[in-house]
């Protein structure tokens, strides 16, 4: 049997370091799931829905530099989008094959039929579809280039007929070329940077993703500036550990110490960061911004100066230009400022709640005790992040995943899934809410099917928390948020692996720490405080009296004992903002 298109992808996909497609395979993909199979050094991950192979590849991609997920005609590409825009946004490189109807159908309107070009253009970097077999290998190589070093979605559409046609070779190269170039800003800029940082008195660092690998360099300038460093939730497990001079996070997760040393200072250093929330940064400081895509400079603040450069490799250049400040007045202040915020969190993990109203709170510190140095946690939007942002710690190993830009539900049980596939042996945490686990609840089968040792911790506080939060600053009654779920416990034992509930506050610890030990994938369902709401470190007055009156309007509709459970799992939250 000559070799085929659907071949000659296959040994692509090798050559570049792809270990698996995960995907839902059928009609046009099956010629390519055949390749697989016959090739053997390539793994086909059969998940339940296309979303959560989407989400399981960016996760694999995140923490591996490149990963593929396919989906066959029409619906397939369609459930497919949502983790293809959070990869994109993300900026992770992710090949997507798009296997299609066959080219001899293409512009009438047949069964299952879209148009790839249009439907993904604005959730990729790359986007072609091959029509002969002469195109397929340099369109495929272009798209692995594309993913890479653009770092977002590269999609690659295959014709049905065309992955089963006879392979003609490429002319040009086969595989990828992972270039690691120098980039910092030139010696004039370097200068004037430097001159700004050393003529000021009160500095703060704020830190995001792209400061992750220059941690000892950023904290080398902090030292001889006397700044503080703050950073965003992507930043954080770069930033944080070994950091004397680490302030906590701001935004809307954030705590009141960063956004109270960005406020307090002269100068404000954005470090690799795209932080999207304009509110929480000042607006009349003198504000730098350093980031190796010089698109991004300048659209969330008003810049003194922009500059264009890995951090890294700034850093470098920069600091035999930084004079070593004496004065560490402004330092110790926000310190200190932190040492109490951190005080305070604790409250919430001391007063753990009764049975059936687990505090959030207690259950990530426990989870964060208990975790290895290493774990990868993995964490679904809304109140998940809020726990996972402020109750995980780094340790300059562990990693943290998250749908941090484009903020979807659902993500953290499939990212679970790529993240356990390409680091075996290695803890996966995932921190899914009640209501992001139902939207995806088919593939813990997957988990099954796979073995993966994932221990899904399910914090079920039956509503939609961060929505609930939204509502009431609004000054708007929750209304249609509550969630009746069944038992999760129950679901994953359907499915075949452990699944236990944990009612009680004291059953938390010995809970969690049997899941970790046990070998196979484990569901835990903690039944939390469904009124453990987390108000952001900065609350403008009008949020305060929109709080207030969705408590007046919820007392005027008669419940009374809703209002009284919020406001006492809640009033210490109010205080520490206000």
Same mark, same amino acid.
């Given at each position: 049997?000559s070799k085929q298109?659907?071949?000659?992808?296959?040994?692509?996909l090798?050559?570049?370091?792809?270990k698996?497609i995960?995907?839902?395979?059928g009609?046009?993909?099956?010629?390519?799931?055949d390749?697989?199979?016959?090739n053997?050094?390539?793994?086909?991950?059969?998940?339940?829905h296309?979303e959560?192979?989407?989400?399981?590849?960016?996760?694999e991609?995140?923490?591996?530099?490149l990963?593929c997920?396919a989906g066959?005609?029409?619906?397939?590409?369609?459930?497919?989008i949502?983790g293809?825009?959070?990869?994109?946004?993300?900026?992770?490189?992710?090949?997507?094959?798009?296997s299609?109807?066959?080219?001899?159908?293409f512009?009438?309107?047949?069964?299952q039929?879209?148009n790839t *070009? @249009?439907?993904?253009?604005d959730c990729?970097c790359y986007n072609?579809?091959?029509?002969?077999?002469a195109?397929?290998?340099?369109m495929l190589?272009t798209? *692995?280039?594309h993913?890479?070093h653009?770092?977002?979605?590269?999609?690659?559409?295959?014709?049905?007929?065309?992955?089963?046609?006879?392979?003609?070779?490429?002319?040009?190269a086969?595989?990828?070329?992972?270039c690691?170039?120098?980039?910092r800003?030139?010696?004039?800029e370097?200068?004037?940077l430097?001159?700004?940082?050393n003529?000021?008195p009160?500095?703060?660092?704020?830190?995001?993703?792209?400061?992750?690998?220059?941690?000892?360099e950023v904290?080398?300038?902090?030292?001889?500036?006397k700044?503080p460093?703050?950073y965003?939730?992507?930043?954080?497990?770069?930033?944080q550990?070994?950091?004397?001079?680490?302030v906590?996070?701001?935004?809307?997760?954030g705590?009141?110490s960063a956004?109270?040393?960005?406020h307090?200072?002269d100068?404000i250093v954005?470090l690799g960061?795209?932080?999207?929330y304009?509110?929480?940064i000042?607006?009349?400081?003198?504000?730098i911004?350093?980031?190796?895509?010089?698109?991004?400079?300048?659209?969330?603040?008003?810049l003194?100066?922009?500059l264009c450069? @890995?951090?890294?490799?700034?850093?470098?250049?920069?600091?035999?230009?930084?004079e070593?400040?004496?004065d560490?007045?402004?330092?110790k202040?926000?310190?200190?400022?932190?040492?109490?915020?951190?005080?305070h969190?604790?409250?919430y993990v001391?007063n753990n709640g009764?049975e059936d109203?687990?505090?959030?709170?207690y259950?990530?510190a426990t989870?964060d005790?208990?975790?290895?140095?290493?774990a990868?946690?993995?964490?679904?939007?809304?109140m998940?992040?809020?726990?996972g942002?402020r109750?995980i710690h780094a340790?300059?190993?562990r990693?943290?995943l998250?749908?941090?830009?484009?903020?979807?539900?659902a993500n953290?049980?499939?990212?679970?899934i790529g993240?356990?596939?390409c680091?075996?042996?290695?803890?996966?945490?995932a921190?899914?809410?009640?209501g992001?686990?139902?939207?995806?609840l088919?593939?813990?089968?997957?988990?099954?099917?796979?073995r993966?040792? *994932?221990?899904l911790i399910?914090?079920?506080?039956r509503a939609?928390g961060?929505?609930?939060?939204?509502?009431?600053?609004?000054g708007?009654?929750?209304?249609e948020i509550?969630m009746?779920n069944?038992?999760?416990?129950?679901v994953?034992?359907?499915m075949?692996?452990?699944?236990?509930?944990?009612?009680?506050?004291?059953?938390?610890n010995?809970?969690?720490?049997?899941a970790?030990?046990e070998?196979?994938?484990?569901?835990i369902n903690i039944m939390?405080?469904?009124?453990?709401?987390a108000?952001?470190p900065s609350?403008?007055?009008?949020?305060?009296?929109?709080?207030?009156?969705?408590?007046?309007?919820?007392i005027?509709?008669?419940?009374?004992d809703?209002?009284w459970?919020?406001? @006492?799992?809640?009033?210490?939250? *109010?205080?520490?903002?206000i």
């Open positions: 049997m298109v659907a071949d000659q992808i296959v040994d692509i090798v050559e570049n370091g792809v698996r995960y995907a839902v395979t009609d046009s993909l099956n010629h390519l799931n390749a697989v199979r016959r053997g050094k390539i793994k086909w991950i059969h998940v339940r296309e959560a192979g989407a989400y399981a590849a960016a996760a991609a995140e923490l591996e530099g990963a997920c066959s005609c029409g619906p397939g590409h369609v459930h497919l949502n293809m825009y959070d990869a994109h946004r993300s900026g992770v490189p992710l090949l997507v094959i798009a299609t109807i066959q080219t001899s159908e512009g009438m309107d047949y069964f039929g879209t *070009i @249009k439907l993904f253009d990729s072609q579809v091959a029509t002969t077999a195109q397929l290998p340099r190589q798209a *692995i280039q993913a890479i653009q770092k977002g979605v590269a999609v690659l559409g295959l014709p049905g007929d065309v992955s089963a046609l006879p392979a003609e070779e490429g002319l040009t086969m595989h990828n070329y992972r690691d170039p120098v980039l800003p030139s010696d004039a370097l200068k004037k430097a001159s700004l940082l003529d000021y009160k500095i703060a660092i704020y830190c995001g993703i792209g400061a992750g690998d220059a941690h000892d904290i080398a300038l902090a030292s001889r500036l700044a460093i703050g965003s939730f992507r930043g954080k497990m770069g930033m550990y070994d950091n004397p001079f680490e906590g996070m701001t935004g809307l997760l705590l009141p956004y109270h040393s960005m307090e200072a100068v954005l960061t795209d932080f999207p304009a509110p929480f000042p607006i009349n400081k003198t504000i911004q350093i980031d190796e895509k010089p698109e991004r400079l300048g659209r969330r603040a008003k003194e100066l922009g450069g @890995k951090i890294r490799d700034t850093m470098v250049a920069l600091l035999p230009m930084i070593n400040k004496s560490d007045s402004f330092l202040a926000q310190l200190n400022l932190y040492e109490k915020v951190k005080t969190l604790q409250t001391q009764s109203m687990i505090q959030p709170e259950v990530a989870i005790k208990l975790a290895a140095d290493n990868i946690f993995t964490v679904d939007t809304g998940c992040c809020v726990w942002a109750y340790t300059g190993q990693k943290m998250g749908s941090f830009n484009h903020g979807s539900m953290a049980m499939p990212m679970a993240a356990a596939l680091n075996p042996g290695r803890q996966v945490i921190f899914c809410g009640d992001g686990l139902s939207m995806l088919g593939d813990l089968a997957t988990i099954q099917q796979y993966l040792p *994932i221990k399910v914090f079920n506080n939609l961060m929505v609930k939060l939204e509502m009431q600053v609004e708007l009654p929750d209304n509550d009746v069944p038992d999760f416990a129950l994953a034992q359907a075949g692996f452990r699944g236990l509930t944990v009612h009680h506050p004291f059953e938390v010995p809970a969690l720490a049997a970790l030990r070998e196979g994938p484990v569901l939390t405080n469904p009124e453990a709401l108000m952001p609350i403008e007055w009008a949020q305060v009296r929109g709080y207030a009156l969705s408590m007046s309007k919820m005027l509709g008669g419940r009374m809703d209002v459970e919020s406001v @006492k799992a809640n009033y210490r939250h *109010i205080e520490e903002v």
